[in-house]
């Protein structure tokens, strides 16, 4: 019976640090998934960064492109990268990283 309660408890606080980073995040330390390019006309002379984080079953923050973008004034997207934490389903931190000018 305690087995079965342990894995229930995992199962719960898992699924809570996935919802955060998303399928990439079902990793133990920490991982980055693949950017989009969007505009090669644009040059990547400017960074921004948001993120959202996820503890047990609270979840806060915003991760989008625009709140990255407004983070590092950009206002033309030359591609997007993304970060993702995740420690035992218990702690998880989802990062977009914007370049661009």
Known sequence: MKKLAMV???ALCGGCGVAVGGPV???LVFTKGPGQVV???VKATK??????TGVVLVAFGDSSVNAAARDGAITKVHHVDY???NILGMYAKSTTVVYGE
Request: proline letters at 0%; glycine letters at 6%; zero cysteines.
């Open 25 to 27: 995040a079902a990793s």
């Open 47 to 52: 960074v921004g960064k948001a993120s959202a």
């Open 39 to 41: 505009d090669n006309n």
């Open 83 to 85: 970060e993702y934490l």
């Open 8 to 10: 229930a408890v995992l």
